[in-house]
């Protein structure tokens, strides 16, 4: 993978599905792999979001914002870019 700068994309690196969600805030509940939390990408009322703990994949079943792993929800979150978002959740190991 070729990005802008010297560092690079650890993804070993990022926090585990319960440690982000958890250091954001956002309770998940229920048992097995698929869990279940109120969305932070739309007015939730009821736990619409579900996360997989293992991958950390999600999707809403309200508003439909979905994605791979914790990073991905990172960005979409923030709305911040892949090096800043990944920088941030401690996987971006070099300067730039
Ligand atoms: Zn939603």
Redesign the pocket.
């Known amino acids: 993978m070729t990005l802008r700068g010297s560092g690079s994309f650890q993804r070993d690196r990022l926090p585990s599905t319960p440690a982000y969600f958890g250091s954001i805030g956002l309770n998940l509940r229920g048992r097995g792999p698929w869990r279940s939390g109120l969305?932070?990408?739309?007015n939730?009322s009821t736990p619409?979001?579900r996360v997989n703990v293992g991958s950390g994949a999600f999707r809403?079943?309200?508003?439909?914002?979905h994605g791979g792993d914790v990073l991905e929800f990172h960005r979409q979150r923030t709305g911040k870019g892949f090096v800043e978002a990944a920088r941030e959740l401690g996987a971006w190991v070099g300067s730039r």
């Open positions: 969305c932070p990408f739309h939730d619409s979001l809403c079943m309200a508003c439909g914002a």
